[in-house]
């Protein structure tokens, strides 16, 4: 069975930094492409950036590039999406998702979601 | 960018009744077009890819049409589990994907 088992709600305040996990199993973990979306409070889905896991290749949304950084670590089938200095503006649920091996663009399956809550 | 305009931004029907929802792109995706299901504190769930197959495991009564610009997702006879907010994407220019901004379908 596919899962994506993301970590937990954070709490921080501006300027800390912050890295959430997403671990991958269920299938062959370096052949799908990994990709990160949010969802700010009361708002829809914005598409942050994805990676693929066998050579790091990572590909951001110009909306995105530079804000946050996107890695996995092959040894532990685990994707992350990490700040350096967070912004209030920052707070929103974010999912990690797998895309299709198939149709490439397509979001097969999707991990629970992050809450991430920054206090300026 | 394609932008992805969504329509309309809410939509009251009851059960047992039709619904129709709409999805416009701002130059061709061609049949590049993935429809998204989305429940409060629930992960989204794929619905539709290539504007209309239907992903595994989902019911006959949603089905997806269009190409190009204009998209329709459809839901014949609502049932209470289908009240959610459903999302249009495009992935025609891979790797780079938007998505519509939603539109609430409520009792």
């Known amino acids: 069975e596919v899962q994506l088992v993301q970590s937990g709600a954070e709490v921080k305040k501006s300027g800390e930094s912050l890295r959430i996990s997403c671990k991958c199993s269920g299938y062959n973990f370096i052949a799908y492409w990994i990709g990160w979306v949010r969802q700010m409070p009361g708002k829809g889905l914005e598409w942050i950036g994805i990676?693929?896991?066998?050579?790091?290749?990572?590909r951001y949304s110009p909306s995105f590039q530079g804000q946050v950084t996107i890695s996995v670590d092959k040894s532990i089938t685990t994707a992350y999406l990490q700040w350096s200095s967070l912004e209030a503006s920052d707070t929103a649920i974010y999912y990690c998702?797998?895309?299709?091996?198939?149709?490439?663009?397509?979001?097969?399956?999707w991990g629970q979601g992050s809450l991430v809550s920054v206090s300026s | 960018e394609i932008v992805m305009t969504q329509s309309p931004a809410t939509l009251s029907v009851s059960a047992g009744e039709r619904a129709t929802l709409s999805c416009r792109a701002t130059q061709s995706v061609n049949s590049n077009l993935a429809w998204y299901q989305h429940k409060p504190g629930q992960a989204p769930r794929l619905l539709i890819y290539g504007a209309s197959t239907r992903a595994t495991g989902i019911p006959a009564r949603f089905s997806g049409s269009g190409s190009g610009t204009e998209f329709t997702l459809t839901i014949s006879s609502l049932q209470s589990e289908d009240f959610a907010v459903y999302y249009c994407q495009h992935y025609d220019n891979w790797p780079f994907f938007t998505f519509g901004q939603g539109t609430k379908l409520e009792i």
């Open positions: 990676i693929y896991p066998a050579d790091s290749d990572t």
């Open positions: 998702t797998r895309h299709s091996i198939t149709v490439a663009g397509i979001l097969d399956y």
